[in-house]
């Protein structure tokens, strides 16, 4: 969320690694205007954002979650397959 503190990531792992679905897809905030959300302040860094969402994606694969994310391995493996169909492959 754009406003999301350091405790909400927290309790959002704590949940998470306590209920261990089987699979979660973690992303940034992305902004878009004329969204309600995109008047709020003060918003996250783009920084801290991917600083977040990688200590989510660690603490969810060691605890054997499969979690698909902004840039991550399941992402680009699955972005790869659509390019290569796209492409005949």
Known sequence: ????????????????TTYKPRYVLASRYMETDGAD??????K???DVA?????RVYT???KASII???DGGELS???IKKLHNLENGG
């Not at 959300?37 to 003060?42: D, E, R």
Request: hydrophobic share 35%; with cysteine.
């Open 37 to 42: 959300s995109a008047k709020l302040t003060p």
């Open 67 to 69: 979690c698909n994310c």
């Open 1 to 16: 969320f754009p406003c999301e503190r350091e405790s909400d990531v927290d309790e959002t792992i704590e949940l998470l």
């Open 44 to 46: 996250v860094s783009e």
């Open 50 to 54: 991917l600083l977040r969402l990688k």
């Open 59 to 61: 603490a969810l694969t």
């Open 76 to 78: 680009r493996e699955r």
